[in-house]
T-cell receptor, first 109, second 112 residues
Framework: AQRVTQPEKLLSVFKGAPVELKCNYSYSGSPELFWYVQYSRQRLQLLLRHISRESIKGFTADLNKGETSFHLKKPFAQEEDSAMYYC???????????FGPGTRLSVLP | SQTIHQWPATLVQPVGSPLSLECTVEGTSNPNLYWYRQAAGRGLQLLFYSVGIGQISSEVPQNLSASRPQDRQFILSSKKLLLSDSGFYLCAYRDTRNSPLHFGNGTRLTVT
């Protein structure tokens, strides 16, 4: 069965510091991985996906199949990055979308 | 353009009462539809998903059921609510195999 883990429930960093939100997955096929973000009082929205291989709001994430990881990184955190971040995986058929438990990022001034 | 509507935004229901949450999608055909429950510390729990009219996959056995009476309508129901059904329920859709999930605003359900 598919599973996504995010070991940190809460991550606090100071403004300007690097950020890494960890995500590991288990899936026997070739998954598609996503990062979703939920800012205060806003709906859950897509941040980035591994097939796009792009940087959004300064964030990047690389799929490491050997380590089954898809960690989210940003070199210099900003206060507006404070939000709840969810890592997600969809199966080969594009149907079963599974999310991790989420990490709350708090960027301190 | 595509939009997703979910209602009501908040709902307070007594234990043992029925439940019906509705979700509709506009601007696309034959989307995959999803119901999630969001709980603090547990993240997003997939409850049901549907790849077509009348086709429902249940991920977690529980007191809830889902139905898809029309292509772009997805309903979450219960015959008798339990206290443990309280939570934040999110509807989402995916319009093509390669697109991401798009979420509604959610429904905050409180069972008293």
């Amino acid at each position: 069965a598919q599973r996504v883990t995010q070991p940190e429930k809460l991550l606090s960093v100071f403004k300007g510091a690097p950020v890494e939100l960890k995500c590991n997955y288990s899936y026997s096929g070739s998954p598609e991985l996503f990062w979703y973000v939920q800012y205060s009082r806003q709906r859950l929205q897509l941040l980035l996906r591994h097939i796009s291989r792009e940087s959004i709001k300064g964030f990047t994430a690389d799929l490491n199949k050997g380590e089954t990881s898809f960690h989210l990184k940003k070199p210099f955190a900003q206060e507006e990055d404070s939000a709840m971040y969810y890592c997600a995986l969809v199966d080969n058929y594009g149907q079963n979308f599974v999310f991790g438990p989420g990490t709350r990022l708090s960027v301190l001034p | 353009s595509q939009t997703i509507h979910q209602w009501p935004a908040t709902l307070v229901q007594p234990v043992g009462s029925p439940l019906s949450l509705e979700c509709t999608v506009e601007g696309t055909s034959n989307p995959n539809l999803y119901w999630y429950r969001q709980a603090a510390g547990r993240g997003l729990q997939l409850l049901f998903y549907s790849v077509g009219i009348g086709q429902i996959s249940s991920e977690v056995p529980q007191n809830l059921s889902a139905s898809r009476p029309q292509d772009r309508q997805f309903i979450l129901s219960s015959k008798k609510l339990l206290l443990s059904d309280s939570g934040f329920y999110l509807c989402a859709y995916r319009d093509t195999r390669n697109s991401p999930l798009h979420f509604g605003n959610g429904t905050r359900l409180t069972v008293t």
